[in-house]
């Protein structure tokens, strides 16, 4: 499997974006805003068809459109209460877009496949170069404003009276999930990027209520969901999307069993 160059990339490709969607996740899941990642994908899809459609890479106008699609939510919802309204405005104008571009897009029904579903195993050496230093910013990012992303997620409230800005630390953040977004996908497309956004960090959140603990095995789960399906797509011949998936699906339900079954011992 490793005397291809396109594996070797699908596996570096696959670990960088598994590990930063699997830490930026574990935040998204804890401050209850997994609807975003969701929109911000579909913010990503129709930059990237707009980009196409002006002849410039699809991966720069995704990203660019989706952080400034992040950006915008983090400035409309100040609380997380009301996030939805915000993220949901958002997404409404995005599908539309994505729908007036699908419509001139249609001469490329295989770049769009790949958008929508991901392609992996065509990640080239220049994209792999793309992902990694979006993914070192993220990380470098997220750890900047790791300790009051948590203090305004669990106590928002208090937050405020301390003098922190939530709207300026949820622009910021979703900034983050947006760059996240734009990666994971390249690897599971527009329509799975919950897989690897937030498959693994609910799992890991059944299983550990520890911040750091439950950071550091959201980042093992999602690596280990991503490189397996890569190698299963490879002995199988069938999508790595939908093994990622199924792995993602298949470890939160046996999490969540476990936590039941502990639930009713105890």
Same mark, same amino acid.
Request: charged share 5%; aromatic share 10%; net charge neutral.
């Given at each position: 499997? @490793?005397?291809? /160059?396109?594996?070797? #990339?699908?596996?570096?490709?696959?670990?960088?974006?598994?590990?930063?969607?699997?830490?930026? +996740?574990?935040?998204?899941?804890?401050?209850?805003?997994? @609807?975003?990642?969701?929109?911000?994908?579909?913010? +990503? @899809?129709?930059?990237?068809?707009?980009?196409?459609?002006?002849?410039?890479?699809?991966?720069?106008?995704?990203?660019?459109?989706?952080?400034?699609? +992040?950006?915008?939510?983090?400035?409309?919802?100040?609380?997380?209460? +009301?996030?939805?309204?915000?993220?949901?405005?958002?997404?409404?104008?995005?599908?539309?877009?994505?729908?007036?571009?699908?419509?001139?897009?249609?001469?490329?029904?295989?770049?769009?496949?790949?958008?929508? @579903?991901? #392609?992996?195993?065509?990640? /080239?050496?220049? &994209?792999?170069? &793309?992902?990694?230093?979006?993914?070192?910013?993220? $990380?470098?990012?997220?750890?900047?404003?790791?300790? !009051?992303?948590?203090?305004?997620? $669990?106590?928002?409230?208090?937050?405020?009276?301390?003098?922190?800005?939530?709207?300026?630390?949820?622009?910021?953040?979703?900034?983050?999930?947006?760059?996240?977004?734009?990666?994971?996908?390249?690897?599971?497309?527009?329509?799975?990027?919950?897989?690897?956004?937030?498959? !693994?960090?609910a799992t890991a959140q059944k299983l550990t209520a520890r911040l750091g603990p439950g950071v550091a095995l959201a980042a093992l789960l999602a690596l280990a969901e991503a490189w397996c399906g890569i190698a299963l797509a490879y002995y199988t011949d069938w999508p790595s999307s939908f093994w990622i998936t199924v792995l993602s699906g298949a470890a939160y339900l046996a999490a969540a069993g476990a936590q039941g079954l502990r639930l009713t011992r105890g």
């Open positions: 499997m @490793f005397e291809y /160059d396109f594996m070797i #990339n699908a596996f570096i490709a696959g670990g960088v974006v598994a590990l930063v969607a699997g830490v930026t +996740g574990y935040f998204l899941v804890l401050r209850g805003q997994t @609807f975003a990642g969701h929109a911000l994908s579909h913010v +990503g @899809f129709a930059g990237a068809t707009g980009a196409a459609l002006l002849g410039l890479p699809p991966l720069w106008g995704m990203t660019l459109v989706t952080l400034c699609g +992040g950006v915008a939510m983090g400035a409309l919802g100040e609380r997380l209460q +009301g996030s939805d309204i915000a993220i949901g405005t958002i997404l409404s104008l995005a599908l539309g877009l994505g729908m007036l571009f699908l419509h001139f897009f249609t001469a490329y029904a295989t770049q769009a496949t790949a958008l929508l @579903f991901g #392609n992996v195993l065509g990640v /080239d050496t220049a &994209t792999l170069w &793309t992902l990694a230093g979006l993914g070192l910013l993220c $990380l470098a990012a997220l750890a900047f404003i790791s300790r !009051p992303l948590v203090f305004c997620s $669990l106590q928002p409230e208090l937050a405020e009276a301390k003098g922190v800005s939530l709207r300026r630390l949820s622009m910021l953040f979703l900034a983050i999930v947006a760059l996240a977004t734009a990666g994971c996908i390249q690897i599971v497309g527009v329509l799975l990027v919950f897989t690897l956004m937030v498959g !693994p960090a």
